[in-house]
């Protein structure tokens, strides 16, 4: 490190989120000292690259000596920095705690991989099983719950499922993770053909895991009630069989949210709906239905005669 002008505390707490500017090099030669002070700072900078991540990663083993000797808050304060270990690094992490891997969780752009690491991680060390997980359990594990083998969601129990079906509707989860969820949503709420708009709205992304023939039988004044991370989950050969007319009653915020291989996927006559739902449906505006995703009500209003 010889001639490296190596950060100080003082620059990283002065910095912020302009500390994604710093060379490797100058990372690789921080002073223990000062990685010790200030990781929380850097584990709250969004900018950071994959290679400054994996530098930082390094650091942390430089001073804390390999992850299996790591204590809960040593892994709590890494933040961001935590995304740069290796699935058989997560796998020495002691995650015995619900709120050690609920910061893990925090960050959502683990790879799947490293989602089951973390999981598997927490069922082996806390000694739970599927079955034993409560609610703040399912919330704690957050994002690292879509790593869950489609064969153990049966396996959650109704009751807990039911106080955070909310909570388990903001994850971006694979479509068959979400069909699996949506089965489960069907104890609680009943049949898809049943489900009301407020069930619709607390579903979020859940409600991405329904069926073609179930898609289709939707009511169209349900379809603002979707929630946009629902539409962008939907995959593209279930989005392209809503009928014109149910695209043309999404609202604006959820047809902003049709993703293009959703949209080339469409015939002519659903583009143009689509584009009379992003210009807010101006047509049909006597109709009583919210913006995508607006306040929970049923729309009752008729046609004028």
Same mark, same amino acid.
């Given at each position: 490190?010889?001639?490296? $002008?190596a950060? &100080?505390?003082d620059?990283?707490?002065? *910095?912020?989120?302009?500390?994604? +500017?710093?060379?490797?090099e100058?990372?690789?030669?921080?002073?223990e000292?000062?990685?010790?002070?200030?990781?929380?700072?850097l584990?709250?900078?969004?900018?950071?690259?994959?290679?400054?991540?994996?530098?930082l990663?390094?650091?942390?083993?430089?001073?804390?000596?390999?992850?299996?000797?790591?204590?809960e808050?040593?892994? $709590?304060?890494?933040? +961001?920095?935590?995304?740069?270990?290796?699935?058989?690094?997560?796998?020495?992490l002691?995650?015995?705690?619900?709120d050690?891997?609920?910061?893990?969780?925090?960050?959502?752009?683990w790879?799947?991989?490293?989602?089951?690491?973390?999981?598997?991680?927490?069922?082996?060390?806390?000694?739970?099983?599927?079955?034993? *997980?409560?609610?703040?359990?399912?919330?704690?594990?957050?994002?690292?719950?879509?790593?869950?083998?489609?064969?153990?969601?049966?396996?959650?129990?109704? &009751?807990e499922?039911?106080?955070?079906?909310?909570?388990?509707?903001?994850?971006?989860? &694979? @479509?068959?993770?979400?069909?699996?969820?949506?089965?489960?949503?069907?104890? $609680?709420?009943?049949?898809?053909?049943?489900?009301?708009?407020? $069930?619709?709205?607390? *579903?979020?992304?859940?409600?991405?895991?329904? @069926?073609?023939?179930?898609?289709?039988?939707?009511d169209?004044?349900?379809?603002?009630?979707?929630?946009?991370?629902a539409?962008? +989950? *939907?995959?593209?050969?279930?989005?392209?069989?809503?009928?014109?007319?149910?695209?043309?009653?999404?609202?604006?915020?959820?047809?902003?949210a049709? @993703?293009?291989?959703?949209?080339?996927?469409?015939?002519?006559?659903?583009?143009?709906?689509?584009?009379?739902?992003?210009?807010?449906?101006?047509?049909?505006?006597?109709?009583?239905?919210?913006?995508?995703?607006?306040? @929970?009500?049923?729309?009752?209003?008729?046609?004028?005669?």
């Amino acid at each position: 490190c010889h001639g490296v $002008v190596a950060p &100080s505390s003082d620059d990283i707490f002065k *910095l912020a989120e302009a500390n994604a +500017c710093w060379a490797l090099e100058d990372l690789r030669c921080m002073e223990e000292d000062t990685f010790i002070r200030t990781v929380e700072l850097l584990g709250a900078v969004q900018g950071f690259s994959r290679p400054q991540l994996m530098t930082l990663k390094e650091k942390a083993i430089q001073v804390w000596d390999m992850p299996s000797y790591w204590r809960e808050h040593h892994i $709590v304060s890494l933040g +961001c920095i935590a995304l740069a270990l290796n699935e058989s690094e997560l796998e020495q992490l002691d995650l015995s705690s619900i709120d050690t891997v609920a910061s893990l969780s925090w960050q959502t752009e683990w790879t799947p991989g490293q989602a089951e690491s973390i999981l598997q991680g927490y069922l082996d060390d806390s000694g739970y099983s599927i079955q034993d *997980l409560k609610s703040f359990h399912l919330v704690g594990l957050g994002a690292t719950l879509c790593a869950i083998n489609i064969t153990e969601i049966p396996l959650i129990k109704i &009751s807990e499922f039911r106080v955070v079906v909310a909570r388990i509707g903001t994850l971006l989860c &694979s @479509t068959h993770v979400l069909a699996e969820f949506k089965r489960k949503a069907e104890v $609680v709420f009943g049949d898809p053909t049943e489900w009301t708009s407020s $069930v619709l709205q607390e *579903l979020g992304t859940i409600a991405a895991g329904l @069926t073609k023939a179930e898609l289709r039988m939707l009511d169209k004044d349900l379809m603002p009630y979707f929630q946009p991370s629902a539409i962008k +989950c *939907l995959p593209d050969e279930i989005f392209k069989e809503l009928s014109a007319e149910q695209i043309a009653s999404l609202g604006p915020e959820n047809a902003a949210a049709v @993703t293009h291989a959703q949209r080339r996927r469409l015939s002519p006559l659903q583009l143009q709906s689509l584009q009379q739902a992003l210009d807010g449906a101006k047509t049909h505006s006597w109709q009583d239905a919210p913006a995508s995703a607006g306040p @929970t009500r049923t729309s009752s209003s008729r046609s004028p005669a």
